[in-house]
C-alpha cells in the first residue's frame, strides 16, 4: 500500500513473531511504546498459529494502535518462518527483530538504534551469561556454535540470538536469498556489512512456557548446519576413501600371505575385494547424495509461509467473490 497521511512509512519497524504469546502482548507493547517515543514505529505482530488467541488480542491492539500490525499464518510453521514472514512485510528503513517474551528487553532499542545512527548496517545482541537460562540450553547453544563454526567457516557466538538490527539495504538483500532451509542467524553472519555489537542480560519469560524443546532447538541446528555446509553430505566420502585404503592394504595382504603360501585358499581375497566393493560403494553414494540434495532442495519450491489473516489497512481480508450463476 503507498504511503499515505494516515499510515505514512515508519522509520523502525519491530517484527515479533509470536506462537501462544497472548499474555505477554500487552507488556511488550507498552515497553516498546516507552523505548521508541523519539521515533516514527510500527510493530509487526506475526501469530504463528497460535492456539491460545494471539491473533485476537492483537487484532485488539491494533484497533487500539494504528502502529501495530498483526498477521496470522495458517498454521505453526516454526520461529524462523513466522520471522520471515515479519521482516517480509516490514516497511521501516532500520528492522529489529525480536521475541515476543521480554526476554530481549525493548529498553536496549534505544542502543541498537543508535549503533545504526552512527554507521552500522547490522546491530547484533549477545546476551551476558547468566544464571537465568537453564544450564542445558546454555551448553547445547555453546557446543552448536563451536561446531557450526567449525564446519561451515561462518563464525557466530554463543548467546546470539534473532534479537538484531538490520539496515534496509541489508534486509532487501538477505530477502533475495533461497527461503527454503530457513537459519536467519548463519544468513546474516555469512552477509557480511558493518557489524556492530551490543550485549544485554537476559531476562525471565514473562508469561507462559518456552516453544523451543531440545527437539527444536536440535531441529534448528540440523537446519543450520546443513544449509551452510555440505561437509555432511560429503563424510561418505571420506568414509568411502578410508575403507578403500584398508581395503588396499588387506590386498596386499593377501598377496603377501599367499606368496607366503599359509593363507586358508580364498578366504582373503574375497574379504578384500568385498571390503574395496563397500568402500567404492559408500564414495559412490556420497557422490550422489551431494548432487541429489542440490536438486531436492531446488525443485521443492513451496512458499515458506502462507498468511491466513492480516489486521489494519493494507492488509483488510480480501471479499470472497463467487461467479453468478449460470
Ligand atoms: N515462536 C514462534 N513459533 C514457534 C516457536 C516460537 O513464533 O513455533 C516465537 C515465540 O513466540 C517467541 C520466540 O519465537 O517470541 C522465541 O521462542 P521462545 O521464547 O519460546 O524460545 P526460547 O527463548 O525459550 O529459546
Ligand atoms: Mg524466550
Redo the contacts with the bound molecule.
Keep these: 500500500m503507498p504511503p499515505t497521511a494516515e499510515h505514512p512509512v515508519p522509520q523502525i519497524s519491530v517484527v515479533?513473531?509470536?506462537?501462544?504469546?497472548r499474555g505477554n502482548l500487552d507488556a511488550l507493547l507498552a515497553q516498546i511504546i516507552d523505548a521508541l517515543r523519539d521515533w516514527r514505529w510500527e510493530l509487526v505482530l506475526?501469530d504463528?498459529g497460535s492456539e491460545d488467541g494471539t491473533f485476537a488480542h492483537i487484532e485488539a491492539l491494533a484497533a487500539r494502535d494504528s502502529r501495530v500490525k498483526g498477521l496470522s499464518l495458517s498454521r505453526?510453521f516454526?520461529?524462523q518462518y513466522?520471522l520471515l514472514a515479519g521482516l517480509d512485510c516490514a516497511r521501516g528503513q532500520a528492522v529489529i527483530s525480536m521475541?515476543?517474551?521480554l526476554?530481549h528487553p525493548p529498553s536496549l532499542l534505544p542502543d541498537l538504534l543508535q549503533h545504526w545512527l552512527d554507521g552500522a548496517d547490522i546491530v547484533l545482541t549477545r546476551r551476558i551469561p547468566a544464571g537465568r537460562l537453564p544450564w542445558w540450553k546454555v551448553a547445547t547453544s555453546n557446543a552448536f556454535y563451536a561446531i557450526f563454526s567449525r564446519l561451515t567457516g561462518v563464525s557466530m557466538h554463543e548467546g546470539e540470538s534473532d534479537f538484531r538490527l538490520l539496515d534496509r539495504n541489508v534486509l532487501d538483500a538477505l530477502l533475495t536469498i533461497d527461503r527454503t532451509h530457513l537459519f536467519l542467524r548463519g544468513l546474516v553472519s555469512w552477509a557480511g556489512f558493518r557489524t556492530a555489537r551490543v550485549e544485554y542480560n537476559v531476562r525471565d519469560?514473562l508469561s507462559g512456557k518456552?516453544?523451543?524443546s531440545l527437539r527444536r532447538m536440535f531441529g534448528l541446528a540440523m537446519t543450520g548446519i546443513t544449509a551452510f555446509s555440505s561437509i555432511p553430505l560429503r563424510a561418505g566420502i571420506g568414509l568411502g576413501l578410508a575403507t578403500s585404503l584398508l581395503a588396499f592394504a588387506e590386498f596386499i595382504f593377501a598377496v603377501w600371505s599367499h606368496w607366503r603360501g599359509y593363507a586358508v585358499p580364498g578366504w582373503v581375497s574375497l574379504i578384500a575385494v568385498i571390503t574395496l566393493l563397500f568402500a567404492l560403494n559408500f564414495v559412490l553414494i556420497g557422490v550422489i547424495g551431494v548432487y541429489v540434495s542440490r536438486i531436492f532442495e531446488k525443485i521443492q519450491d513451496r512458499p515458506p509461509y502462507l498468511i491466513a489473516r492480516r489486521t489494519n489497512g493494507d492488509a483488510t481480508p480480501r471479499t470472497r467473490t463467487r461467479l453468478p450463476p449460470a
Aim: hydrophobic fraction near 25%; proline fraction near 5%; aromatic fraction near 10%.
Design positions: 515479533v513473531p509470536a506462537y501462544n504469546e506475526v504463528d505453526n516454526g520461529h513466522a521475541d515476543a517474551d526476554q519469560r518456552s516453544k523451543y
